[in-house]
């Protein structure tokens, strides 16, 4: 029976019960089977599980990949985030590089009290999207897409963003797709929500691979490279949102709620 490491980590959260939630496992011998990782991130029911590995080239110090309890997704940044705190408490570094298949290598690096994870910044394009904007319920002041399955809906307020209540069963028709919908915030300077459904996750706590995305679309609205970002789910999440060249630096605090080892 493999007995694995595990953390149980909330990420961009100041305390416990906030944030988004990951599961992180360390593998020493490489990464099981593609169906053992697809299992393991249902039962585990986060909307992201990070496993890792080892690395032993000079680039990284990790091999990392991300499951959601639907399927393995191409970039998660709360993830790693939580993937740092949890190598970097281990470890007692200051900074860790993960190898990722599809969003290349990723670093994570302490920050004060907390910690930052630099993401390659996501460009996106105005656009249209009516059927997505018919399964939102709310018309926004404008579409910016990626090409690559990520959509910013702009809306006029926060209290727009927040009263969102989209058709979940229509956006995720629409394939895995992230619908995220933003707008200037209140006492942060921009607010928003995304939704994920047709990954399994109706709606994300807090999305790393959003704000990738927001960071680059924001700065250029801002005129400035760096602002403040809060993501509206029930539980709630803080980051520092950075454009430095084509990497998105996002900001913030973990906690780890259980560390133990996982069996099957």
């Given at each position: 029976?493999?007995?694995?490491?595990?953390?149980?980590?909330?990420?961009?959260?100041?305390?416990?019960?906030?944030?988004?939630?990951?599961?992180?496992?360390?593998?020493?011998?490489?990464?099981?089977?593609?169906?053992?990782?697809?299992?393991?991130?249902?039962?585990?029911?986060?909307?992201?599980?990070?496993?890792?590995?080892?690395?032993?080239?000079?680039?990284?110090?990790?091999?990392?990949?991300?499951?959601?309890?639907?399927?393995?997704?191409?970039?998660?940044?709360?993830?790693?985030?939580?993937?740092?705190?949890?190598?970097?408490?281990?470890?007692?570094?200051?900074?860790?590089?993960?190898?990722?298949?599809?969003?290349?290598?990723?670093t994570v690096k302490r920050h004060g009290d907390a910690y930052e994870v630099a993401?390659?910044?996501?460009?996106?394009?105005?656009?249209?999207?009516?059927?997505?904007?018919?399964?939102?319920?709310?018309?926004?002041?404008?579409?910016?897409?990626?090409?690559?399955?990520?959509?910013?809906?702009?809306?006029?307020?926060?209290?727009?963003?927040?009263?969102?209540?989209?058709?979940?069963?229509?956006?995720?028709?629409?394939?895995?797709?992230?619908?995220?919908?933003?707008?200037?915030?209140?006492?942060?300077?921009?607010?928003?929500?995304?939704?994920?459904?047709?990954?399994?996750?109706?709606?994300?706590?807090?999305?790393?691979?959003?704000?990738?995305?927001?960071?680059?679309?924001?700065?250029?609205?801002?005129?400035?490279?760096?602002?403040?970002?809060?993501?509206?789910?029930?539980?709630?999440?803080?980051?520092?949102?950075?454009?430095?060249?084509?990497?998105?630096?996002?900001?913030?605090?973990?906690?780890?709620?259980?560390?133990?080892?996982?069996?099957?």
């Open positions: 029976m493999p007995e694995i490491p595990f953390w149980h980590i909330d990420a961009f959260a100041p305390e416990p019960f906030a944030g988004n939630q990951a599961a992180v496992m360390l593998y020493a011998d490489g990464f099981p089977d593609d169906a053992t990782m697809a299992r393991i991130g249902n039962e585990n029911n986060f909307a992201e599980t990070a496993f890792l590995v080892p690395y032993a080239g000079p680039e990284a110090d990790y091999e990392l990949r991300w499951f959601t309890p639907e399927c393995e997704i191409r970039l998660c940044g709360h993830a790693t985030l939580a993937s740092g705190h949890a190598m970097l408490g281990r470890d007692g570094t200051d900074e860790v590089r993960f190898l990722t298949r599809r969003a290349g290598v990723l993401l390659p910044a996501i460009p996106t394009q105005p656009g249209e999207f009516p059927a997505a904007v018919a399964a939102l319920g709310a018309a926004p002041e404008a579409i910016s897409r990626s090409g690559d399955g990520y959509n910013v809906f702009l809306f006029d307020s926060e209290d727009t963003v927040r009263s969102l209540r989209p058709d979940f069963s229509a956006l995720g028709a629409m394939g895995d797709d992230q619908f995220i919908c933003t707008a200037p915030g209140r006492e942060t300077d921009v607010v928003s929500r995304v939704f994920v459904p047709g990954a399994g996750v109706n709606e994300d706590s807090v999305t790393g691979s959003a704000h990738a995305v927001l960071t680059p679309f924001w700065a250029q609205r801002l005129g400035r490279a760096q602002f403040t970002a809060f993501q509206a789910s029930q539980r709630g999440g803080l980051l520092t949102c950075r454009l430095d060249g084509e990497t998105a630096w996002l900001g913030g605090p973990c906690v780890t709620l259980l560390e133990g080892t996982f069996r099957y």
